[in-house]
Each structure stands twice: as structure tokens, then as C-alpha cells.
Nanobody, 113 residues
Framework: QVQFVESGGGLVQPGGSLRLTCAAS????????MEWYRQAPGKQREFVAQ???????YYAGSVKGRFTISRDNAKNTLYLQMNSLKPEDTAVYYC???????WGRGTQVTVSS
């Protein structure tokens, strides 16, 4: 079964940018739907963005226009470009597929001045 490892998080000032990476242990070519989620302290995990194999994308309203999800099937990698970051974007970010499998460790994003 494929596993995912997230990376690229860090501390960034409001208005800054980060690019998250999700590396798969196997091929994602046949995975129709891949997604990013996030979980802030004391809150439930929430949907952030989705990309289909045909490159159609969908976003949560709170990130639309600021975040961009993309995938590189040749590199078995999923990306999340995050621009104009806000303090409320602070969370641990996770990637997964549909149907979902076990969650990875995620990558911490902290937006603070």
C-alpha cells in the first residue's frame, strides 16, 4: 500500500509563502483523487484542496485564490503552493488519497510575526 510523507512546512510571516511536498512511496499515476488536509490545534482535521488525475482542482473557501494544488505523476509527488499566508493557516498539513489510507505525520506550518 502506498504511503505518503509530507514536508516543506515551517515558520513564515503573514503574507509569506511556502510550498509543501507530499512524496508517495509508490506510483500515484493510477490514483484518481489526491487531497491536502490540515488540522489546527484543538480543531478537527479539515479539507484544504483536491486534485483529480485530469488536473481538475477544488479548494476550501478559506484558501481559494491563495493556495494551488498540483501533482507530478512522474515524480509520484503532490504539491501545495501556499501564498498570502495568514495566521489562521497555522496547522499541521497532511496529504491523502481517495479512498483514504492511514494518515502520515504531516508537516507543521506556522504563520506568525
Amino acid at each position: 500500500q502506498v504511503q505518503f510523507v509530507e514536508s516543506g512546512g515551517g515558520l513564515v510571516q503573514p503574507g509569506g509563502s511556502l510550498r509543501l511536498t507530499c512524496a508517495a512511496s509508490g506510483s500515484i499515476f493510477s490514483i484518481g483523487i489526491m487531497e491536502w488536509y490540515r488540522q489546527a490545534p484543538g480543531k478537527q482535521r479539515e479539507f484544504v484542496a483536491q486534485i483529480l488525475n485530469g488536473d481538475n482542482t477544488y479548494y476550501a473557501g478559506s484558501v481559494k485564490g491563495r493556495f494551488t494544488i498540483s501533482r507530478d505523476n512522474a515524480k509520484n509527488t503532490l504539491y501545495l503552493q501556499m501564498n498570502s499566508l495568514k495566521p489562521e493557516d497555522t496547522a499541521v498539513y497532511y496529504c491523502n488519497k481517495r479512498p483514504q489510507i492511514s494518515w502520515g505525520r504531516g508537516t507543521q506550518v506556522t504563520v506568525s510575526s
